[in-house]
């Protein structure tokens, strides 16, 4: 049995860049994309953008709809943001460090303790680049703190690609998938919304 879900409500930032509605198309730059996942923190949200091959109308629907949970596991320079969606996909994750960012657009969290972060979710269909769906959901107050501790770790620490590629090389064939990732997590909680 699911928990009731509260509604929560997010302060509005001072500015909001304007996103693709759903329908649209999610960069003006591409057309198709790699199957895969991109997350990154900005604009005062934390985003996870899947990219999927043809999307069906339930995996479009449950992502609306359905429980999220995340994760956080870091090793060294590599963090992952492991994520569930129910009855949409398993545990899943993507490797970040915010150096990855460009430095221009490169932004740290900065919610105080007792606060939830956002976590916006779009669902891109990688064979046309068309945003099928999105939706924003809230961060457990726990993992709000651990991602804002762990990307302001990675600021402060001298990046190195080398190094970065090899940490996450080292995680993948230590670990089968992401279900044992989400097994030795620092983080694992589920999302309100």
């Not at 302060?11 to 759903?22: G, L, S």
């Not at 990219?51 to 999220?68: C, H, I, K, S, Y």
């Not at 150096?99 to 779009?122: F, N, S, W, Y």
């Not at 940490?167 to 694992?188: Q, T």
């Amino acid at each position: 049995m699911t928990a009731r879900k509260e509604p929560h409500v997010f302060p509005r930032p001072a500015f909001i860049a304007p996103e693709p509605k759903v329908g649209e198309r999610w960069s003006e730059q591409h057309t198709r994309y790699d199957e895969g996942v991109r997350y990154v923190y900005r604009h005062g949200a934390h985003e996870l953008t899947l990219f999927w091959n043809a999307p069906t109308v339930g995996e479009v629907q449950g992502l609306r709809d359905a429980d999220v949970e995340v994760g956080l596991f870091t090793h060294g320079p590599a963090a992952f943001l492991l994520y569930k969606i129910e009855n949409v996909c398993e545990w899943s994750d993507a490797a970040f460090n915010v150096h990855l960012v460009p430095e221009g657009e490169r932004e740290l969290p900065d919610e105080a303790t007792g606060d939830r972060a956002r976590l916006k979710i779009t669902l891109v269909n990688a064979e046309d680049g068309i945003v099928q769906a999105r939706r924003l959901v809230s961060l457990d107050k726990v993992m709000t703190q651990a991602l804002k501790h762990c990307m302001r770790e990675q600021m402060a620490a001298p990046f190195n690609r080398v190094l970065y590629d090899a940490a996450i090389a080292e995680v993948h064939s230590r670990y089968a998938d992401s279900d044992a990732l989400v097994k030795v997590a620092e983080v694992v909680e589920p999302c309100l919304g």
